[in-house]
């Protein structure tokens, strides 16, 4: 996260991908991990991390955030 703050996205996603291959099913990762595949411009990838973002969320209301979200995307 600190590499996205810092504006190195490429860096951040690089960290990320690597946190989400060791634990797939952390909802923070996949979720920082789509901002910033969208941020960079990756429309495909970051629509991808929503969808598991979407399969991870813990409650409705971040559910229904991210569908939200994902129809804006589409």
Do not use: C
């Amino acid at each position: 996260l600190l590499y996205g703050k810092k504006g190195l996205v490429y860096e951040a996603i690089g960290e990320l991908e690597t946190a989400v291959d060791i634990n797939s099913r952390h909802f923070p990762a996949v979720k920082n991990l789509a901002i910033l595949y969208q941020k960079a411009g990756f429309r495909n990838k970051a629509t991808e991390m929503w969808e598991r973002a979407l399969s991870l969320a813990t409650d409705e209301p971040t559910r229904e955030a991210i569908k939200q979200h994902l129809l804006k995307l589409l």
